[in-house]
């Protein structure tokens, strides 16, 4: 489930609240104190057999002799009551209930099941929401909504927050209103049984009164789901997150230093970035983020210039930055020479610019204008610190009156006006100009570093990728086989040959290995693979092989590799007991002088599945510590991303006499990587370390790989839907060959190329209305989908070299996947050659195969040729007199299935 009957829960007309009392300092006293007290306009229906009354308002005495069916429901009785009662509100038609109470999770009914999940099956039946239980409650002050246990009601604004931590909630409810903070939505979340926080993000996100969305988080349940919500709602406004629980719980076990790298806290960073939401860390840098997004336009660049008067405040907001990451801008000459001509002879003459103490307004408007007009300049941090010569509000006044003309430059302003009452109206007049301000330069700076990272990670919702170079075909087949073998003799850790066969069915540059079960046998495939070889153990209880001396480089005759290797049985048969059986791998020296050692691996996370983890490898890896981690599936743009989120990413760019490496195949490597674990679910965690790279590529010298058996589809358990491979199809139109397949986001360029080339009256059927050009913010959306709630199939037609779009249908569902709104569009000159016909054919069984329950469009009544196709295909027609749009309506469950490959 996901927004299904939800406006039950945040807009009811009418409310129950079961467990309603007078007694003092329960539950039920409160949640109806504060109903009344919202003045919330429909009935208020309390629910205590005990009480005639409550709260002056006539109670009943059970759900079934309410006096009407209430929209919602508030539970505040005890855990074993809940599932009876959401029984008897299912039936009376109630659609969504809130439930306080707590314990339903570990306490047991008579039949074993917990209370909770006795709970969700008594709702499922009347589709009947829960929000809880263990939860505060929800407040929506605009619907005059307050039904919680809160102790203070919220104030009215437009922000919403979803909150998972009972105590805190209060906590944080009385900060915000002490510092006059309101919010459209304030939602307690709970155990979050039923209701969770992708429901929550997919409600919200289409809620005009929810300006922003901020977020506390503990854990995430449905990682798919939650990642869909997330990406659809950061497209329409800034989504805040504070991820609780960052520290480990300690280290854990793992076969492979990617497994000892990776935590969770990690995980949740990645998924927050992928998604297009910003991540904070405190209570009040999340509110300080939303004043901040909201009021300042996102700067093209990331460069601060910063304007004082004072040297210290100047330093310190410098200090912050750069020690953050930050970019300190450098001013153009002109910029300089400028700033000579209006400020005294003792300014600074660089950036920070000191513009002295006794600045005044003229002084302050003059200097902040010139550096608006700085091409380095994407942001200017504007400080002032008191002082008996100036008024610090007639500074400020200097500023706004700058700030309001700057809205239409788009340059980022922020300020810091330092102290305290003395400056309180100062800072009053600055955000009424539009410029957040801060108490201090560091926070300042963090506010700018926010907007930075922000844009950032929305550009990764919107940035076109470029192609993949020399594109692979992996070999399933082979890597299957490989793995199937091992788990059918017992084995989750496959030999490193193994190992590398399967990265090598993938495309992975690896070195040829070979196995050997005694020191003779290694000799004599050291002397077929030809000198020099390295040699190694191999011994499925042995992970890092180094530390017990396993590894020698080098060795040059049979002689050389025989002694080493009766030596290194030896060695391990003291240092460890617990190896039963022991071999050797034996492979040729890879000589790669000056290559970098990296590692790039995969690991599977309990929440959000399979992972990809890029870093400095060696043998000092994990004391390095210096890796990035990022979600499945990957394109060049972001294993690029990936790669410039380490420290070692500066050094392969080149420095001295040292070249660049081969940036692409890195990337293509950790596509790679990201391929194998989507097509083979059993694949659980991957180690190459190391990967050499360098100026002529990449090669991978060692490799781990463990599997597990496993019931599930591999693109399944990946939180975010990878491109559907298996959907691509061939088809035939007359003379010409075409392919249907799922759009990727690396296809804009086609994409544009082929609206560009539409009639305009094809366009205005399409779009209803003209437009000139697409910008690449709407070419994004429709080349960047969700492929796990929408689709779009494009027919490609290739001649040569090139391939060309010549046709696209598209559907977005709803979160329920009850129905799906459909968008179709041929080349003008591809018109009466059945393709429209064919992308139908295709979507059609397409969308129920996936079980949506029907497809909708809306057509204008002049396109003839779109309503004689619908009509052919089983739509059936809705028109309102005088309207100049039908739409078409196709029940998917109840239509004739349409004719694979057959496209009239």
């Known amino acids: 489930m996901s927004v299904r009957n939800l406006d039950s829960l945040f807009k009811p007309r009418s409310v129950c609240v079961i467990g309603a009392s007078n007694r003092k300092q329960s539950v039920g006293r409160a949640v109806m104190r504060n109903l009344l007290r919202t003045e919330f306009s429909g009935p208020i229906m309390p629910v205590n057999p005990k009480h005639t009354a409550v709260s002056g308002v006539l109670s009943h005495p059970e759900v079934k002799r309410l006096p009407l069916v209430p929209d919602l429901a508030i539970i505040c009785t005890p855990a074993r009551t809940v599932p009876k009662l959401i029984t008897e509100l299912g039936e009376l038609g109630t659609r969504a209930a809130i439930v306080l109470s707590a314990g339903l999770k570990h306490a047991a009914t ?65 900060w915000a209103t002490s510092n006059g903070i309101g919010f459209s939505h304030f939602v307690s979340i709970g ?47 800034p989504i805040i997150m504070i991820k609780a629980g960052r520290a480990a719980e300690g280290a854990r ?9 990776m935590g969770s806290d990690d995980v949740y960073d990645a998924a927050i970035r992928r998604a297009g939401m910003l991540r904070v860390f405190s209570t009040r840098e999340m509110f300080d983020a939303v004043e901040t997004l909201a009021s300042s336009p996102q700067p093209s660049g990331e460069s601060m210039a910063i304007l004082t008067n004072g040297g210290g405040p100047g330093v310190i907001a410098t200090d912050a930055l750069v020690l953050a990451g930050g970019v300190l801008a450098e001013l153009q000459a002109e910029t300089i020479a400028a700033l000579n001509e209006v400020l005294p002879p003792t300014w600074s003459h660089a950036n920070p610019i000191d513009i002295i103490g006794d600045a005044d307004s003229q002084r302050y408007a003059t200097a902040l204008k010139i550096l608006l007009d ?67 330069p560091e926070e300042a700076v963090r506010a700018f570093l926010h907007i930075v990272q922000y844009g950032r990670n929305q550009a990764l919702l919107m940035e076109t990728p470029p192609s993949i170079p020399q594109a692979f075909e992996p070999v399933v087949s082979s890597a299957r086989m490989v793995i199937e073998s091992a788990l059918a003799g017992g084995r989750e850790l496959l030999s490193e040959p193994e ?67 009766a030596a ?117 965690e991957i180690d190459i370390n190391p990967l050499l790279a360098d100026e002529h590529g990449v090669l991978a010298l060692d490799a781990r790989i463990r599997v597990q058996k496993t019931d599930v589809r591999g693109a399944d358990r990946l939180a975010i839907r990878p491109y559907p491979k298996e959907l691509e199809e061939s088809v035939r139109l007359d003379d010409l060959k075409l392919m249907l397949r799922p759009v990727r986001p690396e296809d804009e360029p086609m994409h544009k190329a082929f609206l560009d080339e539409l009639d305009p009256r094809d366009v205005r059927f399409r779009f209803f209305g003209s437009i000139r050009e697409f910008p690449h913010s709407q070419l994004a959306r429709l080349t960047q989908i969700d492929y796990d709630r929408e689709m779009a199939f494009i027919a490609v037609a290739s001649a040569q070299k090139h ?45 129920r195969s996936r079980g949506t329950g029907r497809l909708v469009g809306e057509v204008l009544a002049e396109n003839h040729s779109m309503l004689n196709l619908a009509k052919s295909l089983g739509f059936s027609t809705e028109r309102e007199p005088g309207e100049a749009v039908v739409r078409v309506v196709l029940d998917l469950q109840a239509a004739p299935a349409a004719i694979d490959g057959v496209y009239p």
């Open 253 to 261: 076990a793992a076969a492979s230093h990617t497994g000892a790298l």
């Open 803 to 847: 391939a060309r779009t010549v046709g696209v249908v598209r559907i977005v569902c709803d979160p329920d996947n009850t129905q799906a709104e459909f968008a179709i569009i041929v080349h003008s000159k591809m018109k009466r050659k059945g393709l429209g016909r064919a992308l139908m054919h295709k979507m059609i069984n397409y969308s």
């Open 110 to 174: 008579e039949d074993g099941r917990t209370l909770q999940q006795a709970m969700l099956e008594a709702a499922r039946p009347h589709l009947m929401r829960i929000l809880g239980p263990n939860c505060l409650g929800l407040l929506v002050p605009g619907q005059q909504l307050n039904a919680s246990f809160a102790h203070i009601p919220a104030l009215p604004g437009s922000v919403a927050l979803i909150h998972q931590s009972g105590a805190l909630c209060t906590a944080l409810l009385d």
């Open 568 to 684: 290194m049985a030896e060695r391990v048969q003291q240092l460890r007991a617990d190896v039963k059986r022991a071999g050797f791998t034996v492979q040729k020296m890879a000589r790669r002088p000056g290559a970098y050692e990296l590692i790039v691996g995969a690991a599977t996370d309990p929440i959000f599945g399979p992972v990809i983890l890029f870093g400095e490898g060696g043998t000092a890896v994990e004391v390095i510590a210096d890796k990035a981690i990022a979600l499945p599936p990957l394109n060049m743009k972001l294993a690029g991303e990936l790669i410039d989120s380490t420290r070692v990413a500066r050094r392969l760019g080149g420095y001295r006499d040292r070249a660049p490496v081969k940036r692409q195949a890195i990337a293509r490597v950790l596509i790679q990587i990201a391929q194998l674990v989507a097509d083979v679910p059993e694949v659980v």
């Open 191 to 237: 155990d979050g049984a039923d209701v969770d926080f992708g429901d929550v993000l997919d409600y919200l996100g289409g809620d005009p009164d929810a300006k922003a969305i901020l977020m506390y988080v503990e854990s995430i349940n449905h990682a798919r789901k939650f990642m869909s919500a997330a990406r659809a709602g950061a497209r329409n406004k």
């Open 499 to 565: 190992a590398k066969g399967v990265l090598a069915a993938y495309g992975v540059p690896i070195v040829e290995t070979r196995i050997a079960d005694s020191p003779e046998e290694a000799a004599r495939v050291a002397a077929q693979l030809g000198f020099p070889v390295a040699l190694k153990i191999m011994a499925d209880e042995i992970t890092h092989k180094s530390d017990v001396g396993g590894v020698v480089l080098d060795l040059e005759t049979s002689h050389q590799v025989q002694s080493a290797a």
């Open 374 to 440: 700085d091409k380095n300049v994407d942001c200017v941090l504007i400080l002032h610190a008191p002082t008996a010569v100036v008024s610090s509000d007639a500074a400020a006044e200097g500023v706004a009156q700058v700030a309001r003309q700057n809205q239409q430059q788009g340059k980022t302003l922020i300020a810091s006006w330092l102290g305290g009452a003395t400056v309180a109206q100062a800072r009053r007049m600055l955000s009424d100009a539009g410029v957040p301000n801060y108490d201090t």
